[in-house]
Each structure stands twice: as structure tokens, then as C-alpha cells.
């Protein structure tokens, strides 16, 4: 392993896995910091997708996607694995939001029921709960945002919910919320914990015992847009009723894949999902949580910059509070046309329970140097 000093004497691992990372894709004509919206497919990915959306023109949608077949269900196999999850228990979808969709919709939950969830949960699922006619409550937190466990016990044996909807990391903060634990929690006092890893697969570990995880390609594990996962353990799967349900001898979860879809994203995700094993994801999430630290570590005080999450959260995001009288959206769109810096401006509407200020959002990938990171702070 290969390692360099970084400012302030931190070293960041893995630097041949960031060098190989980088090799194996398109070159970016700037500085891309946005995982954490959209991260950069390598060339395999695209011309696997490419590959067989040229399959289709020869032969025939329905039959190019037969001769998929094996590799999809390769897929769902491998896909599964990231959570603690068989084939059968994994359903490709459009998005993240599509996935806690289908779920939803399959449950069919009486009306009113409760749904604890975190006081800073992503706005639009928020709404996809309320949409589905459940009630979300908060589950006590601490300052920072993150879920208080004990607090979480308490609630589970007092006024246990219909499930509990986790948020892993959220969209508008790199704050790694204490899934393993509440897992186990869940799991004792008989409640489902569904997880929303759309922050989190391919960035941090999510092999946790969530009876629901959901995700979605394009982020850290740096697939195609418009490829969702939906993964739901066997006693879950078996409450969800489809509208129409699948024939004899098929999961019933592949219900919930639409028979209309983009099959060569999906290839293009199983490529994805492919090399970030090939990559060691041990090795992974060590070097993004590294990122990560070193971002906050580069940034925190720059310009009047404030860092929001502890220096040393295991995680590649980071979001950073203006200054007095520097607009946030101005600066991400300043970052972009003057330096080429790719990143994002959060707005508290994407999570109002609990943001009260824009934010920028910075989240590199395996790829990120120091000086990548530097030049980003010449910038602010
Ligand atoms: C935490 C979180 N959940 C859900 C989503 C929705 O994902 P998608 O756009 O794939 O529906 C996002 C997207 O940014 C997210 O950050």
C-alpha cells in the first residue's frame, strides 16, 4: 500500500487504489467533488451499458435483455451481498425514492400508522410517508443529529413504531448514523428497520441486519443513473402484495422491478457493483473515510468556512457553513465556472426538520488528492 503525507501530517491511504480509480475512467476537465449527488462511471460501466443497448438494436429489446438474464441475476447476487442479502431478496428499480416507492406501496400499512424517523430526514421521503398515508415521528437524536441509541431503546419499548425508517447518511450532512445498533435494537423489540442507503452503499459499510435497504447506483458505487436497488429480507417480502403479483417459482420481490426498464443501466451497475469488490471495499471506505477527514481537516476555517461534522466521522462528506454574507449557491456556481470544481449547494429545504442554513457539500471519491482538495480551499 502506497501512502503520502497530507497536510498537518495525515497520511491517506490507499494511494494506488485512487490512482487506479482514476486510470479507468474518463478524465474529468476539472475537479469532480460530488459523489455524494452523482459520482463518474468507469469505462467499463459505460460500455457495458453501451454494449448492450447496441444489443438491443440488433436484436430486439426482449431478446437482448434474455441473453442479460444470467448477468442481471449475477447481479442481484453480488448486489445482495453488500447488504447480508440473497438474489431473491433484491429487486432493481428507477432511483432510491422509486424504491422506498414500491416498498411502500406494497406494504399497504393502515393508515396513521407511525414511522419513527430522523428529525433531519431527506424532505422528499418525508413526503413519500406522508404520501403513503404514515405518520413519521422523530427518533431522539443528540446535537449533532445523530440517533441517540439509548433514547431509541426507550422509544422501542414504550411506543414502539410500525417500523423505523434510517436514514444511513444523510443527503445535506456526512453524519454516519448508528445503524448496526439500531438494528439490533429493532430486531429485539420486534419492529422492521428500513434503511435508506442511498449515501451509503459502495461508501460505508451496510451489511448491518436492516430488514429493508434501498439505494441507488449512481453515487458511491459509481453506476449509471436511473438504477435503484430495493432489497427486502424474505419476511418482509412476503407483507408486500404487489399489484400483480409474479408467476409460481419466481422471488416475489422481482414484483417490483418494472418489466419496462433501462437494462443497460442496470448492466452498467452490475460492472460498477463488480469493480468496487474487485477494489477491496475494506480498503474502500477506508481511504473515502480518510478523504473525508482530510477535506475537513483542509477546509474547516478557510475563508470563514465552518465545517459541520466532527473532524473524524468515517465518512467521504463533508458540508461546510458560509460565512456571514457569502451566499452559498453563488459560490457552488463561482467553484464551477471559474475553477471547475464540481460540488454541491444544499438548501435547508432538503431536510427543514432540521437544517437551518444552506450548506456546500463536498464529497470526493477514491480518486481525490490532496491537491485536489487544496485547490478547493485556494478557491473558497
Ligand atoms: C439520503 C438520500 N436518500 C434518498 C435519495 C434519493 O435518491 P434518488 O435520487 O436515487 O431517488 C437521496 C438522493 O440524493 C439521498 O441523498
Known sequence: MLAVTCPRDRLLPSEDLGASWRAVRPRPPGIHLDSAASSRQSHRALEAAAHHARHE????????EATA??????????LGGLVGMAAADVAFVESAQAALVALLSGWRLPAGSRVACLPGEYAPNVAQLRAAGLRPEPLPVDDLGRADVDAVARLLADAPPRFVHLTHIGSHRGLLQPARETAALCREAGVPLVLDAAQSLGHVDVDLGADVVYGTSRKWLAGPRGVGILF???????????????????????????????????????????EHLAAGPDQVRERLAALGRATRELLDGVAGWQVVEP??????????????????????????????????????????????????RVSPHLDATIEDLEALAAAL
Open 232 to 274: 427486502a429480507r424474505p419476511a418482509i417480502a412476503a407483507q408486500l402484495v404487489p399489484v400483480l403479483p409474479e408467476p409460481e417459482g419466481v422471488p416475489p420481490l422481482r414484483a417490483f422491478e418494472s418489466g419496462e426498464a433501462h437494462v443497460a443501466g442496470r448492466i452498467g451497475l452490475v460492472v460498477a457493483v463488480g
Open 69 to 78: 438474464d444470467d448477468l442481471l441475476q449475477q447481479g442481484r447476487s453480488v
Open 57 to 64: 438494436s440488433e436484436l430486439g429489446g426482449y431478446v437482448a
Open 311 to 360: 473532524v473524524e466521522e468515517p465518512t467521504a462528506t463533508t458540508t461546510l457553513r458560509a460565512p456571514d454574507g457569502v451566499d452559498v449557491l453563488e459560490t457552488r456556481t463561482r467553484l464551477l465556472t471559474e475553477h471547475g470544481i464540481v460540488l454541491s449547494a444544499i438548501g435547508p429545504e432538503r431536510a427543514p426538520g432540521e437544517m437551518t442554513s444552506p450548506v456546500l
